[in-house]
């Protein structure tokens, strides 16, 4: 460092102190105006919940294995905010079609839906459902924004050419 910057240095830090120490020197805050007025209007929304109350029950038969998945569910938002996520082999579908509202109790809706084995492969383009497991996703939205809660989400595991297939 030069003799010249040693000298500047030592005098803006001298500067400094002397303003922290001289008594009657306070802080303030900065304010300006601008000749330009704007309003706007903020509505407070409740962010989507999780969907509550949610099942996810399998039929399977004998030999032919799985016949469909009924999911049922509760939420606050209505029909136009629900979707419903299946994922076979990291392809995802979403789907909203087999949805179903099926009630309303003082501002609480009640959905259901149904996929069957043609849905499913349908949704997925899959060559059979005689195996596996599937990840079911349902999602709640906040109305027209892709703005979606946490989903509640299924593991339905597809039992190979028999009972059992499960859901949980």
Same mark, same amino acid.
């Given at each position: 460092?030069?003799?010249?910057?040693?000298?500047?240095?030592?005098?803006?830090?001298?500067?400094?102190l002397?303003?922290?120490?001289?008594?009657?020197?306070?802080?303030t805050?900065?304010?300006?105006?601008?000749?330009?007025? $704007?309003?706007?209007?903020?509505?407070?929304?409740?962010?989507?919940?999780?969907?509550?109350?949610?099942?996810?029950?399998?039929?399977?038969?004998?030999?032919?294995?799985?016949?469909?998945?009924?999911?049922?569910?509760?939420s606050?938002?209505? @029909?136009?905010?629900?979707?419903?996520?299946?994922?076979?082999?990291?392809?995802?579908?979403?789907?909203?079609?087999?949805?179903?509202? $099926?009630?309303?109790?003082?501002?609480?809706?009640?959905?259901?839906?149904?996929?069957?084995?043609?849905?499913?492969?349908?949704? @997925?383009?899959?060559?059979?459902?005689?195996?596996?497991?599937?990840?079911?996703?349902?999602?709640?939205?906040?109305?027209?924004? $892709?703005?979606?809660?946490?989903?509640?989400?299924?593991?339905?595991?597809?039992?190979l050419l028999? @009972?059992?297939?499960?859901?949980?």
């Amino acid at each position: 460092m030069t003799r010249r910057a040693r000298v500047a240095a030592t005098a803006l830090g001298l500067l400094c102190l002397t303003g922290v120490l001289l008594p009657g020197l306070r802080a303030t805050e900065a304010a300006w105006t601008a000749d330009a007025v $704007t309003t706007s209007t903020v509505t407070a929304v409740s962010a989507p919940t999780t969907a509550t109350g949610a099942t996810c029950k399998p039929t399977s038969a004998l030999v032919v294995g799985l016949q469909k998945v009924d999911l049922a569910w509760s939420s606050t938002l209505p @029909l136009a905010d629900q979707r419903v996520d299946i994922t076979k082999n990291a392809t995802t579908a979403r789907d909203t079609s087999q949805i179903t509202l $099926t009630g309303q109790t003082g501002g609480v809706y009640s959905y259901t839906a149904t996929y069957d084995t043609a849905k499913l492969l349908g949704l @997925l383009n899959l060559t059979d459902l005689l195996g596996g497991t599937y990840g079911i996703s349902i999602q709640t939205g906040y109305p027209n924004t $892709t703005w979606y809660a946490p989903p509640k989400t299924f593991t339905l595991n597809v039992i190979l050419l028999g @009972l059992g297939s499960t859901c949980s």
